[in-house]
């Protein structure tokens, strides 16, 4: 299910304007029973992270789409992300994308950690099993917020 929602969220981020078609970005998009909060591109799957949450529900499920290496679908995988001073480890499951035949990871996490990590800098490294990825935090902050807002409302 939630990888349902993290898809719909990516979708709704389909449905920016045009002009940051290339661009990754960090998109917020509720739907009637929770809310996605990705960092992707505009009328495209192409995304690194993404956080999805259902009403009422305390835990955020983060999804890592950066790939990973000697991860198998279904192993205990962590999602390591940095910003600043901050860091934050996560442990879940590596799971097989639907989109590729990348490993990626997806693991939970709560509203404190999530609003701690995309505050913390300038910048956030993402990090499982044999990767990393440095991206943007602008914009991260108040997209959270409208996030926060729509999962806990």
Not at 50 to 56: A, E, H, L, S, Y
Not at 70 to 97: H, M, N, W, Y
């Amino acid at each position: 299910m939630f990888r349902t929602l993290l898809a719909t969220g990516l979708l709704a981020a389909t449905c920016l304007p045009a002009a940051a078609q290339e661009k990754l970005v960090w998109n917020a998009a509720s739907m009637d029973n929770g809310a996605t909060l990705s960092f992707s591109a505009p009328e495209s799957d192409h995304g690194m992270i993404g956080f999805v949450c259902n009403k009422g529900n305390p835990t955020v499920l983060v999804g890592s789409y950066i790939g990973s290496k000697g991860l198998k679908a279904d192993e205990p995988a962590r999602i390591i992300l940095s910003a600043g001073k901050v860091k934050k480890t996560f442990t879940g499951k590596a799971v097989t994308s639907e989109e590729s035949a990348a490993v990626d990871v997806e693991a939970g996490a709560t509203f404190d950690d999530v609003k701690a990590v995309l505050a913390g800098g300038k910048l956030m490294t993402i990090e499982v099993k044999g990767v990393k990825q440095q991206i943007s935090l602008t914009g991260a902050p108040a997209a959270f917020a409208s996030f926060e807002t729509a999962c806990k409302g």
